[in-house]
Every structure is written in structure tokens, then in C-alpha cells.
């Protein structure tokens, strides 16, 4: 059973382009988490998804940012007009199921997104 | 609000000598706790996880963690560590009314051979 799988592992882009992130949960895994590690600092929760629903976008930051689980396909992480404050690694994260029922999540190795 | 404190940003040991990091933790309900490790350039990796029953919690690679509520702490020990676990250790923290996880800062722990 394969892990979780994000691509790219390393992305470059300049100031104003868009940067897709994108995650693959592990097999049977329907709960997707997007997190964002800046340097010296701990994993920020950025959002969690179910196929085809947002259920918590609480960290996302309001503008530029987003992302969906479609039924079929990865989890895709959009930035629009990316920043150098958007520089960081974002990880991604799986579960079968609610975090409240005892499960819990399975990271990938993360994408480190780096704006020139 | 959830918060999760790691008062040391790092630790060092000699490699043999028994670890502790602490982690303590701000929640109004009984959280679940989670100890995970992340190596350079490299996702996370859950040692252990304490959701309800006994309060001291076996994980791999011979880490344990005891969750003291009257301390409102989860601290991460293993009795002699090894050069490999040079790393970096995150506790984080899971409110059961919601799935989001809390990371802490955490601790970059550093073996003297």
C-alpha cells in the first residue's frame, strides 16, 4: 500500500505565477489535511477536505489561496500570484476516517515551494 | 484556543543517555496527543498517540510518553537514543469536536557521539 504521494517535491516560481500542489492520499483514505511549515516553525493547518466537500478552511489565508478533493483524482493545493512570503513546505496529510474516532493521519514528504 | 508549547527549540544528548522533551498543551476538553518526528527534507512520522485509556503511551523506536492532565503535559522520553534519532520531534494536539491538529513549534534534538 503506497503512502501519501505529493508532486512535485520541489517547485520554483516566480512572483505572480500560480503554484499546484498536488496530493495523493493513501489507498481508502477520504480525509485529505493541507498543512504549510515555514522555516523554524511547527506544521499550520491550512485546510481539510472530504471527496468533494471543504469542511474546514479555517487556516487558508482568505486571498490567492485554495482547494479541492474532487471525486476522482488528487487533492489539488492552488496559489494564485504566488509571494516570497509563500515560500515554505506544504505537506499533506491522510485518514480513513474522523480524527475523533481514533484515527489518525499519514503525512506525505511534502512539496517546498520556492518564489524567486 | 488550542495551543501546544515545546519549551526547547533544541536539545542536545550524548548518544546512550536517556531524552526527555516536553511538550505541554492549553485545551478546555480532553484532547488526543500525538508525538511525531520529521527528518531532514522528509514528512512526519507518528511515534506514538494517546486518545483515551492508559496514560502511558508505548510508540515505535523505543519512544514512550506519559499524559499527566493535572500537568496538562505529553512528555516524549526514551531511555538511551541512538545517533539516528537525530531529528526533529513535533508534538501536536486534536480537539475530539473537530479534525484539526495543533503543532507545536518543536524540539531539533542533536546526538553527541
Known amino acids: 500500500n503506497a503512502g501519501v504521494m505529493q508532486n512535485p517535491r520541489h517547485l520554483v516560481r516566480r512572483r505572480g505565477q500560480e503554484a499546484r500542489l498536488r496530493c495523493s492520499p493513501m489507498?481508502?483514505?477520504?480525509?485529505v489535511y493541507w498543512y504549510r511549515q515555514l522555516p523554524e516553525e511547527g506544521l499550520k493547518f491550512m485546510v481539510y477536505?472530504?471527496?468533494?466537500?471543504?469542511?474546514?478552511e479555517s487556516g487558508m489565508p482568505k486571498e490567492r489561496f485554495s482547494a479541492e478533493f474532487p471525486k476522482e483524482g488528487p487533492s489539488i493545493l492552488r496559489i494564485q500570484q504566488v509571494v516570497r512570503g509563500d515560500s515554505a513546505a506544504y505537506f499533506c496529510?491522510?485518514?480513513?476516517?474522523?480524527?475523533?474516532?481514533?484515527?489518525?493521519?499519514?503525512f506525505g514528504p511534502g512539496t517546498r515551494l520556492t518564489v524567486t | 484556543a488550542q495551543s501546544v508549547t515545546q519549551p526547547d527549540i533544541h536539545i542536545t544528548v550524548s548518544e546512550g543517555a536517556s531524552l526527555e522533551l516536553r511538550c505541554n498543551y492549553s485545551?478546555?476538553?480532553?484532547?488526543?496527543l500525538f508525538w511525531y518526528v520529521q527528518s531532514p527534507g522528509q514528512g512526519l512520522q507518528l511515534l506514538l498517540k494517546?486518545?483515551?485509556?492508559?496514560?502511558l503511551v508505548q510508540g515505535i523506536k523505543g519512544f514512550e510518553a506519559e499524559f499527566k492532565r493535572s500537568q496538562s503535559s505529553f512528555n516524549l522520553r526514551k531511555p538511551s537514543v541512538h545517533w539516528s534519532d537525530a531529528a526533529e520531534y513535533f508534538c501536536?494536539?486534536?480537539?475530539?469536536?473537530?479534525?484539526?491538529?495543533?503543532f507545536g513549534k518543536g524540539t531539533r534534538l542533536h546526538i553527541l557521539p
Open positions: 496529510a491522510s485518514s480513513p476516517a474522523e480524527l475523533a474516532g481514533g484515527y489518525e493521519q499519514y
Open positions: 489507498k481508502g483514505h477520504s480525509h
Open positions: 477536505l472530504q471527496k468533494e466537500n471543504i469542511i474546514d
Open positions: 485545551y478546555g476538553a480532553t484532547p488526543y
Open positions: 494517546y486518545f483515551s485509556g492508559d496514560t
Open positions: 501536536a494536539v486534536g480537539a475530539r469536536r473537530d479534525d484539526k491538529i495543533i
